[in-house]
């Protein structure tokens, strides 16, 4: 057994004020209570809300506070993820960092998959994150709209990673569908899932941890949550040799392919359809994008009232009245009903000899004795 314990803070997030100082808060009462805890994982963009106009330079005061708090704690810390600028081309990325007991920074990360074409000018990153905790095993880490295309985790599962660490900022109608991919994800690639989202100006909740198996260990609801909770990541290295269930090897299998998939040439024409879908765009009002046939909206015609009159809407012409046709004989149908005497009911006859005496203990008409 391999276990280690994780902790995820599911917290209100500002947009337009610093959130640094209550992340600490949290922080401080999440050790005070679950002082087992061993790594603490934040929403994404956490500290500084979802405006990139608070976009920091790569080194800053608020990376040198949490690096404090880890060392403070003796944890590994992710304090979810903000807006950095590059000071050289001035590019923004949405970028984590890990930060190890010691207090130093070991990795960063910055966002693959910008959530485009709402987080325009959010330049995206090209390396991926793996780290290891000595001891213990590999993550790795991807942030919110990543987790939607599977080849980011199919590159960090191929390197070893056996927990996925992903903070999320979705305050929006497909959080559900996130859900799903957060389970499926754990049972594709075999590994354990941490989600983390936030409230507020940081997303709707619903926090979860999934196992390798697609179990759900733990879900938030729409509060505030402070979830530690202990993993065991010989699961994860007994799957993978074994399968789910003793059922499915499907590292071994993809590793084992007869084919390699040509859609990952840009040069193989294989994805020619992808480039009659349009430029990636926010929807426009009244938009017919992806309907081939432009059909206008018609007026369903009015039926005429009855054969040989044209239609009248509404029938706002006056209609014909129709009288009943009288009956040429009143009484046709009809018969006449005589009132009848009911039948005498014939009297019964009495019996012109009366059944005679029967003694007790004989049978009748013989004067021997019963057998009874």
Known sequence: MTPFAIAGVQMYVHALESNVAGMLQRLDILMTRFPWTQMVLFSELAPFGPLDQFALPPENETLEIFQAAALKHRIWLIPGSLFLKDPEDGRVYNTSVVINPEGEIIRRYAKMFPFRPYEAGIAA?????????????????????????????????????????????????????????????????????????????????????????????????????????????????????????????????????????????????????????????????????????????????????????????????????????????????????????PAAVPAVPTAATPNPHVKPGTLAGTGEPSSG
């Open 125 to 341: 990153g090209t390396d991926f994150c793996v780290f290891d905790v000595p001891e213990v095993g590999r993550f790795g880490l991807s942030i919110c709209y990543d987790m939607w295309f599977p080849e980011t985790t199919r590159q960090l599962s191929s390197q070893g990673v056996e927990v996925l660490l992903h903070p999320v900022l979705t305050g929006t109608t497909d959080r559900d569908a996130e859900l799903a991919i957060a389970r499926a994800t754990a049972v594709q690639f075999q590994c354990y899932v941490i989600d983390v989202n936030g409230l507020g100006a940081g997303g709707i909740g619903k926090s979860c941890v999934v196992d390798p198996t697609s179990m759900v260990l733990h879900q938030s609801g729409g509060q505030e949550d402070m979830f530690p909770i202990e993993i065991d990541l010989s699961m994860v290295r007994r799957q993978r040799e074994t399968g789910m269930k003793g059922l499915g090897q499907v590292l071994k299998s993809f590793r084992d392919r007869s084919t390699d998939f040509s859609i990952y040439d840009r040069n193989s024409g294989t994805d020619a359809y992808l480039n009659t879908l349009g430029p990636l765009e926010v929807p426009q009002q009244g938009s017919r994008a992806g309907l081939f046939v432009d059909v206008p909206a018609q007026r369903v015609p009015d039926v005429p009232a009855f054969k040989g009159h044209d239609a009248t809407p509404g029938f706002t012409q006056p209609q014909p009245e129709f009288a009943p046709e009288p009956l040429a004989n009143e009484t046709a149908g009809t018969a006449a009903i005589h009132a009848h005497a």
